[in-house]
């Protein structure tokens, strides 16, 4: 791919991997897109659930920073993406109507290097259930880890 600078508009050069560990069953889970609608929604039989991000990584005004449908912004400087259970997920009748908030890390000279390169893959995991045994909600820690394409 070419350099991240210039990538055009719409070319994705990365791939988030966020990966939602032991969801509570039954429940279903989807991405956001930026109009808030449900995105690849599935139903979870309790086993992890992995959802693939495309996205891009730009240079801008003030630096590289990540787009893209999924990606949502707060301030100048937090982006993040959400991953949407229950009723966000658009699942009728349900308990929950929750979505995870999960930062994007800030992009650093290696994710810079491989998104001009191959392509950038990042991954991360959650714990899908929390407490109380219903679906993660409000902002989640992880840790992004540049990954390897395929698998």
Not at 19 to 32: D, E, I, W
Not at 38 to 61: M, N, Q, W, Y
Not at 71 to 90: D, H, I, M, P, S
Not at 98 to 115: C, F, G, Q, S
């Amino acid at each position: 791919m070419p350099a991240a600078a210039r990538t055009p508009a719409n070319k994705d050069n990365v791939l988030l991997r966020l990966t939602v560990l032991a969801p509570p069953k039954g429940v279903h889970h989807s991405l956001q897109g930026k109009d808030s609608t449900p995105v690849d929604a599935c139903i979870s039989t309790g086993k992890a659930i992995r959802f693939d991000i495309p996205l891009r990584l730009e240079a801008g005004k003030t630096g590289y920073r990540f787009l893209g449908d999924f990606v949502r912004t707060e301030g100048k400087t937090r982006r993040f993406v959400y991953v949407a259970t229950g009723g966000q997920a658009g699942e009728a009748g349900t308990l929950f109507s929750r979505r995870a908030k999960v930062d994007l890390p800030d992009p650093t000279p290696a994710m810079i290097k491989a998104a001009e390169g191959a392509g950038l893959v990042l991954e991360a995991s959650y714990d899908g259930t929390d407490a109380k045994g219903g679906p993660t909600c409000a902002t989640v820690k992880v840790e992004w880890k540049i990954g390897k394409h395929g698998g």
